[in-house]
């Protein structure tokens, strides 16, 4: 089976249930998706510096601590001085991406964003621009790209309606988050998309769409991480995520779309020390350090007991070369672009 997802980047509903609830299958599962990876993307891994500017947000998903109906935590915005001081350490370090990421904030009007885009293109005209701001309309999506940012974060977090509705409020819908998807293709951004594994009601059925969404919508870049209960949510009391069942899914997705650019992302960071050189061995080319001022990073808490959020951007850039290649990769600077359309 695992042969057959090698040569033909498809399984069955059924074959793919079985890889999923196997575990006999791990072993060889993490070796062949390491060695897709190999061939296509070599041993390098590639860094996306990721700047998080604002935790203020409109939206109410429930699972995420950062949400509009949590009135405990801090607020805080950076401003653009800070953002850009961000992206003057960061390229020190040898960051070629940037990645502007933060809660759907009215405070950064389509201008201001522009401007922040504009402004760091200038600066460091080598260097790309991802940003991760949510669901916007075509309109502002275009005007993001004309002013020079090339790339698009946006998970789609369930692609099962039933189960997407558990997790946000009626406002919220998985319409329009493809339809933002699908925007920003059109528009001609390299797009990311992904979901979170063991999210609350998440079934393997759910899993398996969220993998056929995936292939409709060909994305270039796909981040997945376990689900980890937030403080002051409805889901503050469940468990984690299972960090087997996002590695399987890294290693499947490397299988389904070789050419992906993966990231071991901070979350699977979170569930266990070992859990990003385990992402990388089991087919994922991307690691996405912090470059946040240090002061605000405890304050952007998503989910519980977020790591990196103590650690200067210096001491997180060391810490992960040391981590890459201790996993047997190497760490590249260049701005690690999509290596073919998938
Ligand atoms: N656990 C894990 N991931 C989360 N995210 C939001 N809340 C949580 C949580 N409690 C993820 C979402 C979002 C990304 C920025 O962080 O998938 O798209
Ligand atoms: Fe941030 Fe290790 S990557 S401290």
Redesign the pocket.
């Known amino acids: 089976m695992i042969n057959k997802l090698k040569t033909t980047h498809n399984l069955l509903d059924k074959e793919l249930k079985v890889l999923l609830v196997d575990n006999s299958v791990n072993e060889e599962l993490f070796k062949q998706a390491d060695s897709v990876r190999r061939e296509v993307y070599g041993d390098a891994v590639y860094l996306r510096g990721l700047i998080e500017i604002t935790n203020y947000c409109k939206n109410g ?1 429930y ?3 950062i949400n509009c109906t949590n009135r405990k935590i801090e607020r805080y915005r950076l401003t653009k001085k800070e953002i850009l001081n961000c992206c003057k350490q960061g390229y020190g370090l040898g960051y070629r991406t940037f990645v502007l ?1 933060g809660g759907e904030d009215v405070f950064f009007t389509d201008e201001k964003i522009c401007d922040i885009i504009c402004t760091i293109k200038q600066e460091y005209p080598d260097c790309a621009v991802t940003l ?1 701001l949510g669901e916007k309309s075509r309109g502002s999506y275009q005007a993001f790209f004309n002013a020079g940012a090339e790339r698009y974060f946006l ?1 789609h ?1 369930t692609a099962t309606e039933s189960h997407y509705k558990k997790l946000h409020p009626d406002n919220l819908s998985l319409e329009n988050r493809k339809k933002c998807l699908f925007d920003l293709k059109e528009t001609g951004y390299q797009v990311g998309s ?3 594994v063991g999210s609350p009601y998440q079934t393997v059925e759910n899993l398996i769409e969220d993998l056929r969404f995936l292939q409709k919508l060909k994305p270039d870049m796909i981040g997945i ?6 403080k002051n949510t409805r889901f503050e009391k469940l468990k984690n995520g299972s960090l087997t069942v996002t590695l399987k899914l890294i290693a499947i997705l490397r299988l389904m779309f070789p050419y992906a650019l993966i990231p071991a992302t901070t ?1 699977l960071g979170t569930v266990s020390p070992e859990g990003r050189e385990l992402g990388l061995k089991a087919g994922a080319n991307v690691v996405m350090p912090n470059l946040s001022p240090v002061g605000y990073r405890k304050l952007y808490s ?2 519980d007991n977020k790591i990196c959020t103590g650690e200067e951007a210096a001491e997180c850039r060391g810490c992960l070369e040391r981590r890459v290649q201790n996993a047997g990769y190497r760490i590249v600077t260049d701005r690690g672009d999509v290596k073919k359309s998938i």
């Open positions: 998903c699972y995420c601590g990421q991760s998970r977090e992904g979901f979170m991480g376990p689900f980890i209960p937030a979350a998503l989910y």
